[in-house]
């Protein structure tokens, strides 16, 4: 089956101990993203890649890093986590097409 | 990027055919239009995209005029679990992983 996952789902850290979701994908995609989504402020982008050790900034990157040394593999990492990174995580990819593939999301509660 | 509006909110009820409109008076001629649907918690999930015309399948149309400043997803007899929000993107991202603007979307709730 076709899918995008995320692990974990859901995280409660403090502020400044470091993070990483993981995200995988099993359709050969080359195109992954990460998303925020917020109440009032929808979908934002963070950070996007467009093949293996190629990433760029998307719309909100202040906070985040992200890696690609392999196809399937995307994770997000937060160095040093604030409340104000509070958010529904989501991770997608797609190939050259449109259609997006998003994963189940992370919901984080930093404190 | 075009920039899009749609309502905030529609109501309907079961069985009804609901159509939402999206405005985007300064498409490109290069632009696709897409839309996706979210439920509470989870990811968006592609909808239907079209360029011109009208496009249909399994679980939608969509109908865009000659000029494309507007398209419309129809949503034929709604059920309950059609309740989510719709968002319509606009955008030519061929060959960029560089994300289409998800706006505020459109709200649709199904009551019985």
């Known amino acids: 089956e076709a899918q995008v996952t995320q692990n974990p789902r859901y995280l409660i850290t403090v502020t400044g101990k470091k993070l990483t979701v993981t995200c995988s994908q099993n359709?050969?995609?080359?195109?992954m993203s990460w998303y925020r989504q917020d109440p009032g402020l929808g979908l934002r982008q963070i950070y996007y890649?467009?093949?293996?050790?190629?990433?760029d900034k998307g719309d909100v990157p202040e906070g985040y890093k992200v890696s690609r040394k392999e196809k399937r593999n995307f994770p997000l990492i937060l160095e040093s986590p604030s409340p104000n990174q509070t958010s529904l995580y989501f991770c997608?990819?797609?190939?050259?097409?449109?259609?997006?593939?998003f994963g189940p999301g992370t919901r984080l509660t930093v404190t | 990027l075009a920039k899009t509006t749609q309502p905030i909110s529609m109501d309907s009820y079961e069985g009804q055919e609901v159509n939402i409109t999206c405005s985007h008076n300064?498409?490109?001629?290069?632009?696709?239009i897409t839309w996706y649907q979210q439920f509470p918690s989870q990811g968006p999930r592609f909808i239907i995209q079209?360029?011109?015309t009208k496009v249909t399948n399994e679980v939608a149309s969509l109908f865009i005029p000659a000029d494309r400043k507007s398209s419309t997803l129809s949503l034929p007899r709604v059920s309950l679990s059609d309740t989510a929000v719709y968002y319509c993107?606009?955008?030519?991202?061929?060959?960029?992983?560089?994300?289409?603007?998800f706006g505020s979307g459109t709200q649709l709730t199904v009551l019985p």
């Open positions: 997608a990819s797609r190939d050259i097409r449109y259609e997006q593939y």
């Open positions: 359709m050969n995609h080359e195109y």
């Open positions: 890649s467009m093949n293996v050790e190629v990433t």
């Open positions: 300064n498409i490109a001629t290069n632009d696709y």
């Open positions: 079209g360029y011109k």
């Open positions: 993107l606009v955008g030519d991202d061929v060959g960029s992983a560089r994300q289409l603007t």
